[in-house]
């Protein structure tokens, strides 16, 4: 077998890019030849925390786009030299979740870059029903790389129910508070983004946003009457519990919040205030594959340029000093770091068609 570079992590802390075989497909799966992979917070947690989702030792990255290279046995759908989005997340088609739709919570869930390796990597196996064709799409690699975060966001978005004409407050913007900005200005809502960083508020207004506010200035509360404000969902991305906390008092009767960041700890919360007021608070996890994917490689379609959430594509040997250390140290210097396994020095991120 052909020796190839891949980012394998060993332990917490312990992150080498070393050879290893270039994998076969087996029935129902494909190799898809990496043409980049996006790095995010669940990845730096892993190297730089503790273990909760990776299997180590693993090849890290469940944000790839490639090629097919070759197909395993019984595959159709797929043939060598599709251009491909991976959905990264496993599930069975059996369970009660899965028979319902809801594959993101299989019982025997597991993605790809954490249980099985993945797409830091020149190569990696991902199964053909979560291997989509986009060859249609026109989008450049560099621009697809972003198709799992986007799914992210448009399942977040389409769990809140938001809906044209509603509005909508997002509270953080850095990481996935980015695209779920573009996920739910595409549903035809009034969006307000609120974040402490001003960079990061431009941003927002690039993607989209009908208003921003610098958080901390004010109460949220006062702040969003004066823009002219009627909330229906919010929601918290920061997973800050300053941030979690004034949405808990923003939030009016019969709204809804969703708190896509993790909390940690146990925050207090007014129960009873929810009961009376009819509050709905809705939890997102990851994607499902079969709606959220198309949508999200659709809204990909529907900017020019994603420069500013990802600017560069990095090789393999700065996915450490470029990618997980400014994701650990809370400073990353773009939204979205892109690795590029066929590379090795930085290059810009292409986004033009
Ligand atoms: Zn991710
Ligand atoms: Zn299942």
């Known amino acids: 077998m052909t020796a190839t570079p891949a980012a394998v992590l060993h332990e917490p802390g312990d992150l080498r890019i070393e050879e290893v075989d270039i994998p076969r497909p087996g029935p129902g799966e494909v ?3 990496v043409g980049v992979c996006g790095v995010c917070g669940s990845d730096a947690t892993e190297y730089g925390r503790s273990l909760v989702l990776a299997e ?7 944000e790839f786009a490639g090629t097919v290279e070759s197909v395993g046995e019984g595959v159709t759908s797929l043939a060598p030299g599709a251009v491909v989005v991976c959905g990264a997340g496993i599930s069975c088609g059996e369970c009660k979740p899965c028979r319902r739709g809801r594959t993101n919570l299989c019982r025997s869930y597991k993605t790809i870059g954490f249980a099985s390796h993945g797409g830091l990597a020149r190569y990696v196996i991902a199964p053909a029903g979560i291997t989509l064709d986009v060859s249609d799409s026109g989008l450049p690699m560099d621009t697809l790389g972003l198709a799992q975060p986007m799914a992210i966001a448009v399942h977040a978005v389409r769990r809140s129910g938001l809906a044209a004409g509603d509005d909508a407050v997002i509270v953080g913007v850095g990481g996935i508070g980015a695209f779920i900005t573009v996920a739910a200005v595409a549903t035809g809502a009034r969006v307000l983004v609120v974040d402490l960083n001003p960079e990061r508020l431009e941003l927002a207004t690039a993607l989209g946003a009908t208003a921003t506010l610098r958080s901390g200035d004010a109460t949220l509360t006062d702040r969003i009457d004066e823009l002219g404000f009627d909330v229906d969902v919010f929601f918290e991305v920061s997973g800050s519990r300053p941030g979690l906390q004034s949405v808990l008092e923003a939030a009016p009767r019969g709204s809804t919040i969703v708190p896509v960041g993790i909390q940690r700890g ?4 007014p129960l009873g205030h929810w009961t009376l007021d009819e509050m709905k608070v809705v939890g997102t996890v990851a994607h499902v594959f079969a709606t959220d994917f198309p949508e999200a490689v659709r809204l990909l379609g529907t900017r020019d340029d994603w420069s500013d959430i990802a600017p560069t594509a990095y090789p393999l040997s700065g ?3 470029d990618a997980l250390q400014p ?5 990353p210097a773009q939204i979205k770091a892109l690795i590029d396994p066929w590379i090795e020095a930085p290059r810009p991120a292409d986004h033009s068609r």
Do not use: A, N
Request: proline share 18%.
């Open 56 to 62: 180590p030792p693993v090849v890290l990255g469940h």
């Open 327 to 331: 994701l650990l140290d809370g400073s």
């Open 31 to 33: 190799l898809i030849r």
């Open 266 to 269: 146990e925050p207090e919360l």
């Open 319 to 321: 996915l450490l000093p």
